[in-house]
């Protein structure tokens, strides 16, 4: 899947982000390297206990509604954003411009994000597991049936995303299994997470979220596994990073984000204190770290602007 490159003017997307010249480019005190070389600065979306847009210095320039489990900040500004019983998408004066509500057969949300012909993808976990794609008035235009494998709804799927090809990836926990599914819920492809090289069924790598990288790599958080591991086109595992890479600071990992200088992001869902976000290079060097309060808990984000410029094109988490 290549980039797509949003339609609005760099300059202009630069001013959303960067929240119209409210992060200062000064270096963020959460966010050095651990050997004190040179200072990486992120602005970031949080998502989880807190809803926060974080700045480059580590000031909170936008906060709503806690509790979320995935969004996105839109090329327009606007924040779209999930809860377990409710999607919306807000103004930055959080006004609700669309809003979804979880249907009364299911009996939670899990996943939203914005499609790239415009209507929205959300997640409904229960006794009809499903992926809905939802219109800018609310309402559901398309369904796809899902295959978890499991009647468990918290367990049964988390970040689906849309491919470039019109399918879905999902990831479905406790099936060990990261599923390609067409519009119309034929399974195509399976990715398996309990691979002998990752440590089997009782390393409990379970997949929370599944990017498909630019090369046709797939990048997956395996939560409970506290590792992120890259699968080639046959499901191959091809680079990982564990908690031995990182001193023990993966603690339930759940969001990733793979960004444009090829570094990982993962947050840790389970870090209720201390280091909740970690940065790790190729080489699996930790570079960023964040402990910002309102990053505790961190059920996925979005990583914004590294070093005052915007994270280019379609946002790999």
Not at 102 to 110: A, F, M
Not at 218 to 246: C, I, M, P, Q, Y
């Amino acid at each position: 899947m290549k980039r797509i490159s949003y339609s609005l003017p760099r300059l202009l997307l630069s001013a959303f982000l960067l929240g119209a010249g409210a992060v200062p480019r000064v270096a963020a005190a959460d966010a050095t390297q651990p050997d004190k070389g040179t200072v990486i600065r992120h602005s970031y979306l949080v998502l989880g206990a807190k809803t926060s847009i974080i700045g480059e210095d580590g000031v909170v320039t936008w906060e709503h509604r806690g509790g979320t489990r995935d969004g996105f900040v839109l090329p327009s500004g606007n924040v779209l954003l999930a809860w377990s019983d409710r999607v919306e998408e807000v103004t930055r004066d959080k006004r609700v411009v669309m809003s979804y509500g979880l249907d009364r057969s299911n009996r939670e949300i899990g996943t939203v994000q914005r499609l790239y012909d415009g209507n929205t993808l959300v997640t409904e976990l229960g006794a009809v597991p499903r992926l809905l794609r939802v219109d800018g008035s609310g309402r559901v235009v398309a369904t796809t049936p899902l295959q978890p494998e499991t009647e468990n709804a918290h367990m049964q799927t988390r970040m689906a995303r849309e491919l470039r090809n019109g399918n879905f990836l999902v990831p479905h926990l406790l099936a060990f299994a990261v599923k390609e599914y067409t519009p119309e819920g034929r399974v195509t492809a399976v990715l398996r997470t309990d691979l002998e090289e990752l440590g089997g069924r009782a390393a409990e790598n379970w997949p929370f979220t599944a990017i498909r990288l630019d090369d046709g790599h797939t990048l997956v958080s395996l939560t409970h596994g506290n590792k992120v591991a890259e699968f080639d086109g046959a499901g191959r595992v091809v680079w990982k990073v564990t908690n031995a890479d990182v001193g023990g600071l993966f603690k339930d990992p759940c969001g990733t984000q793979r960004l444009a200088n090829g570094n990982t992001v993962v947050g840790s869902h389970g870090a209720t204190e201390g280091v909740s976000m970690v940065e790790v290079t190729r080489e699996r060097k930790v570079v960023w770290t964040s402990s910002h309060p309102h990053a505790a808990g961190v059920h996925h984000f979005q990583i914004l602007t590294t070093d005052g410029r915007p994270e280019p094109g379609t946002p790999l988490r």
